[in-house]
Every structure is written in structure tokens, then in C-alpha cells.
């Protein structure tokens, strides 16, 4: 990654997609959990490059692939820029077609009936979050409105926004993705008791009354 570095208009860019070749019975040791192997290596690639202000220019994808010509126990690994508007991007502005709709959501939560049941998160490690406003965006980025710091979740990640019908959570193209209940969703309405999941974080979404709950700027 840091080899094959250029100056682009967001600032230091580097590869995003990795091919880790090795020989084909490493391989075959491997092929039980293969997915997730490649998925971890892609998280901790997205985490390596965040913690250095390195910008890929798309999202971690990796992908172990078979070359005979190895020895065994040695790998080669090759890195290269793939179109950044092919699969989902953490960069700030891919999430362009997910927010478009913001301002008639926005406009839906002033209604009184929108805003009468109270949304609290409670996070992994115990913190509790008031959702007060009509809209929350989470991710890394310092300039989201839940701001969370795990290598599991993206820079900009998922929104909660709330409507007439209540609370949905909405994906903003994350690399690691966002489920409900264990379910993988572009968008889908929260309920009381349901367990959000942010690329593995684990949030608690509790709907109705939450005496001591604390505003959400506190949690920034």
C-alpha cells in the first residue's frame, strides 16, 4: 500500500484492491474460512491506512488467489487502484445517492407524532446516546454526529434517521456493512430491542422512555 502511493485531489491515495497470491496447498488450508480471512486482512488494510491519513481510493477488497510458481509458505502480494465507483466506497463522497433524500426525511420529523417516542442507543461498551434530532450519521469521521472510533467501522458508515413511521437505519455504502437483528440492510426500520451490528460493533436500539439517557453531543 504505502509503495505505491500518489498525490491525488483528497490528498495522499493508495491502492485499494490486494491480490495475495500463494501456493495452491497453502491455499487449500485456508479454504475453510477463506471469506473471512480476506475480510479481516481488508479491515485491518482500512484501519492501517485511516491511522496514517492514507486515502484508498475505493474500498478494501482482498482477495487470496492460487500461483503454482511459489514455494510453500511464501506469498506474493499485488496491489493495484480499482475503480472507485465500482462497489461500495467509506470515502465521504460516495454516500451521494444515500442522501439525497435527507430533506424530505428531515422535513417528515418535525412532525410532533415523529418526535414523541424517545430512540436511545446503547453502545458496546455501555455509553448510552439520546437520539433528539431527526437525523444521526455515524461513522470514524470526526465530523459525524456519532463519532466511533473501532477499525470495524467505516468513516462514514450508517445514518438513523426518524420519520412519521418512526426510526430507520439507512447504509452509507460501509465496507463491512450494516445489519439488523443479524440481517445484512441497505435500509431497514428499527424496532425496540433490536441489535444493530456496524461491521461487527455492536449497538442496542431501545425505543420509548429512557429516563437518564445522556444528549447525544456528549458522546462526540
Known amino acids: 500500500m504505502q509503495s505505491h502511493r500518489l498525490v491525488?485531489?483528497?490528498?495522499?491515495?493508495?491502492?485499494?484492491?490486494f491480490d495475495i497470491a500463494l501456493h495452491p496447498a497453502d491455499l487449500a488450508e485456508l479454504a475453510a474460512y477463506q471469506s473471512s480471512l480476506e475480510t479481516r486482512i481488508a479491515r485491518y488494510l482500512s484501519g492501517f491506512a485511516d491511522e496514517r491519513g492514507l486515502i484508498p481510493v475505493g474500498a478494501v477488497s482482498v482477495t487470496l488467489v492460487p500461483d503454482p510458481g511459489?514455494?510453500?509458505?511464501?506469498?506474493?502480494?499485488?496491489?493495484?487502484?480499482?475503480d472507485p465507483h465500482i462497489g461500495p466506497s467509506t470515502r465521504p463522497v460516495a454516500p451521494l445517492g444515500s442522501t439525497e433524500l435527507l430533506p424530505r426525511v428531515q422535513r417528515e420529523?418535525?412532525?410532533?407524532?415523529?418526535?414523541a417516542e424517545s430512540l436511545v442507543l446503547v453502545l458496546e461498551?455501555?455509553?448510552q446516546l439520546n437520539?433528539?434530532?431527526g437525523s444521526l450519521r455515524i461513522g470514524r469521521a470526526l465530523d459525524n454526529d456519532l463519532v466511533i472510533a473501532d477499525s470495524r467501522v467505516s468513516r462514514y458508515h450508517a445514518q438513523i434517521v426518524r420519520d412519521v413511521h418512526g426510526?430507520?437505519?439507512r447504509d452509507?455504502?460501509?465496507?463491512?456493512?450494516?445489519?439488523?437483528?443479524?440481517?445484512?440492510?441497505?435500509?431497514?426500520?428499527?424496532?425496540?430491542?433490536?441489535?444493530?451490528?456496524?461491521?461487527?460493533?455492536?449497538?442496542?436500539?431501545?425505543?420509548?422512555?429512557?429516563?437518564?439517557?445522556r444528549p447525544g453531543p456528549d458522546w462526540r
Request: hydrophobic share 35%; charged share 25%; proline share 6%.
Open 131 to 133: 437520539v433528539t434530532n
Open 8 to 17: 491525488g485531489p483528497d490528498g495522499v491515495e493508495v491502492p485499494n484492491a
Open 125 to 127: 461498551d455501555g455509553r
Open 70 to 82: 511459489l514455494r510453500r509458505r511464501a506469498l506474493r502480494v499485488d496491489a493495484r487502484m480499482a
Open 109 to 115: 420529523s418535525n412532525n410532533d407524532a415523529a418526535m
Open 167 to 169: 426510526p430507520l437505519v
Open 172 to 213: 452509507l455504502g460501509s465496507t463491512n456493512g450494516t445489519a439488523v437483528d443479524g440481517r445484512v440492510v441497505g435500509e431497514d426500520r428499527l424496532a425496540n430491542g433490536d441489535r444493530l451490528s456496524l461491521g461487527g460493533y455492536q449497538i442496542e436500539v431501545h425505543v420509548g422512555p429512557a429516563p437518564g439517557a
